[in-house]
Each structure stands twice: as structure tokens, then as C-alpha cells.
């Protein structure tokens, strides 16, 4: 199988659901597009994948995903270009991420021709789901799973990997007000907190649902070892501007790689700020907030590229950050890495892959 020629059997919708879909209203992740991309790994290879209407798949109840955990995907997203184009931000660093998460999680890897060639002509296929609407993209969510139905705990033979997709209106958040988390972890060193593990947000559910029952929108999680140095927000990166320098915790084992973090620090390297990629404390940061040289913190994130946050509980303290029509690192970045992803600017970095249509 080559990259330009493997063509995936393709079984149509009988009648498309698009007249379903209203542009200027979209909720997030309710609504699927017509098909999704599926394909199995039997007797130790991948066999031919296929593009299907977008429906159920019937489960064992012993399917072992579903006991142990091994389940991973991606996140990404496809925009409308103003000629009308389609562009992927990307992918194949998200197809380099999912194998790393594969790795990671004792599963075969997905070939490129599969991942690439399946992502193409599943948007190909359904390119009318990708709205024509300024701010708004399709969704895309590539996925694999172990599928054997034995309940022994040990690394499944079978898999599947799939890929649906929905259109996702624009992100209007308001800026968040976060609080450090001082008892619960999301990842440590030697962990699988750089993988894209379905079970690493489950244990993440708690921890933020109590901190919004204390009145913030999410938490700062901090290290497993002294819930001194700063990891990331949610299921955010996290950056800071202190003093002009856009400072943000190194990525390892315990930190998710995002794209949108790297993508964010390569443009704004060469804006000619400064960036430092290296452990931060939280008194560094609540240090920086009193002296009034913290002059932005924000998440990044695919979903929604750059949240703001406006606030940061720490030790019975909320500390105000200055306002987000003044952050000016932040602002021009996301500006500038919105006009890449759509299409507006040249892109120098080859970020941009384009869908033939
Ligand atoms: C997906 C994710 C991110 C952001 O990655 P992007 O590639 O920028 O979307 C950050 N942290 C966690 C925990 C994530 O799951």
C-alpha cells in the first residue's frame, strides 16, 4: 500500500443528513457527519479499512478496551479555506502522536496510508459537513481500541481504529478562572500523561468537577512529587508571559505534547519573543502576579487554539490577571496562527495540508 494509491472501499449513506445540520448553531460533539473511516487489525496486521455510514459497532461485553483501558485517540480539526478549500493543521503530527500513544499503550501502530488516506477521502467524502462559517471547522477524531472479548488482563491481539468527524461551531469562552490543584495528579514521571489515553481523562473527571463546585472553571494540575511545579491546565498547555518572556513547563513523560502548544512557541520565537521551555514553579508565577510582571497566562489547545485565563487560585487567594485586550503575545499569536490554519497568510512552516477535492 503506497500513500497515493490505496482507494478505501466506500459504502455511501443512503440519504446524506446535512439538511439536519444549522451552520450558525452548532453544539459541540452532538452532531456526526454522514460517514466514519474503520479498520481492524486481525492475525497481526492491519487489514483493509473502510468508510461507512457513521453508526453503532456491536461490542462483547468482555471487549477488553472497555475492562483495561487500552483506548487512545486524536484531536484535530479541518477548516474552510475563503476559495473554498479544505485544510488540515497538521496531521501528521497527530499521526505521529497517535502511534506514540500506541507505543505507550502496548498496541500496534497505525500505518500512515491508513491514517493519511483514510483522513483525506473521509473528508473528501463528507466535505460538505465542514462549515463555510468563519471561526467555525470540522472536528476530526481518530480513535483505536483494543477489541478482543477475553477478560485475562494482557495486551489484546484485535483493534480498530476509526475515524468519525463533526462540525464544531466557533470557540466564544470567556476567560477562565482556574485554581492549582495541591492534592490530586493527572500524570507522573515514568507514567503515560504524554499519551493520548482514554483513561487519563477519566481520573481527571473528579479532580475538575470539584474544583467547579468551588467556583473555578478548571485546574492547574502540578507535579506528582511536591505539587510545586506547574504541568498543564485541564487538558490544556499552559504558557505564561512574565517579564516578555513567554515562559511554559517543558514537555516529558508527564506533559502532553500539543500541537498547538509547539505551534504557538515557533511563532512566537519568530516574532522574536522570548521563550523559555523549562520547569515552573507556582511561586514563580504568583511571585511574578504581586511584582506586576505576570502579564498573561492562557491554555492551548486544539479545541480552542488559545483560552485566556483571568484568574489563579492559589493557597486561599484568587490573583487577578491583567486584561485580555492588553496581552499582546497571546493575541498576535492566536491571530496569526488562525490566519495559517485558514488559509488568510502563506504558510512558511508547511503546517497547512490541503484536501484535493
Ligand atoms: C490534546 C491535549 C492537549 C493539546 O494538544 P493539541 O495537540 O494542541 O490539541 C494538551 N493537553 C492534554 C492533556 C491533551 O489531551
Redesign the pocket.
Given at each position: 500500500m503506497s500513500v497515493d494509491t490505496l482507494t478505501i472501499p466506500t459504502q455511501r449513506v443512503a440519504k446524506s443528513r446535512i439538511s439536519e445540520l444549522d451552520y450558525n448553531n452548532i453544539e459541540f460533539g452532538k452532531i456526526f457527519s454522514d460517514h466514519m473511516l474503520v479498520a481492524d487489525f486481525r492475525d497481526g496486521a492491519w487489514q483493509t479499512p473502510e468508510i461507512v455510514p457513521y453508526g453503532n459497532m456491536p461490542l462483547s461485553p468482555a471487549t477488553s478496551a472497555l475492562h483495561y483501558g487500552q483506548s487512545i485517540f486524536?484531536?484535530?480539526k479541518a477548516y474552510r479555506s475563503a476559495e473554498g478549500e479544505i485544510l488540515l493543521f497538521r496531521p501528521y503530527?497527530?499521526f505521529k502522536?497517535l502511534n506514540i500513544s500506541a507505543q505507550r499503550m502496548c498496541m500496534p501502530e497505525i500505518p500512515e496510508e491508513i491514517f493519511m488516506q483514510g483522513l483525506e477521502q473521509l473528508i473528501r467524502l463528507d466535505a460538505a459537513w465542514v462549515p463555510p462559517t468563519a471561526g467555525c471547522a470540522l472536528y476530526l477524531r481518530p480513535f483505536m481500541f483494543a477489541t478482543d472479548d477475553f477478560i485475562g488482563v494482557r495486551p489484546s491481539s484485535n483493534y480498530r481504529f476509526a475515524v468519525f468527524t463533526c462540525p464544531v461551531g466557533a470557540y466564544y469562552g470567556q476567560p477562565l478562572n482556574v485554581a492549582i490543584e495541591p492534592n490530586y495528579v493527572?500524570s507522573a514521571e515514568g507514567g503515560a500523561?504524554f499519551a493520548?489515553a482514554a483513561g487519563?481523562?477519566g481520573a481527571?473527571l473528579l479532580p475538575a468537577r470539584k474544583m467547579q463546585e468551588r467556583g473555578y472553571h478548571q485546574l492547574i494540575w502540578t507535579d506528582a512529587c511536591e505539587h510545586k511545579y506547574i504541568e498543564?491546565s485541564?487538558?490544556?498547555?499552559v504558557m505564561f508571559v512574565i517579564d516578555n518572556v513567554l515562559v511554559t513547563p517543558a514537555a516529558g513523560t508527564t506533559?502532553?505534547?500539543?500541537?498547538?502548544?509547539?505551534?504557538v512557541l515557533q511563532l512566537a520565537r519568530d516574532m522574536g519573543i522570548k521563550v523559555e521551555e523549562r520547569k515552573v514553579a507556582v511561586e514563580e508565577v504568583i511571585t511574578a502576579q504581586k511584582a506586576g510582571k505576570l502579564q498573561e497566562a492562557f491554555?492551548?489547545?486544539?479545541?480552542a487554539t488559545i483560552a485566556q485565563i483571568a484568574s489563579i487560585h492559589y493557597q486561599d487567594t484568587d490573583y487577578e490577571l491583567p486584561p485580555i485586550e492588553s496581552r499582546r503575545v497571546s493575541n498576535n499569536v492566536a491571530a496569526a496562527l488562525d490566519r495559517i490554519k485558514t488559509g488568510q497568510d502563506t504558510d512558511p512552516y508547511n503546517w497547512v495540508h490541503k484536501i484535493s477535492l
Open positions: 486524536e484531536g484535530m503530527d497527530n502522536r493527572r500523561g493520548k487519563n481523562y481527571a498543564e485541564g487538558t490544556m498547555n506533559i502532553l505534547d500539543g500541537i498547538t502548544r509547539k505551534s491554555g492551548t489547545g486544539t479545541a
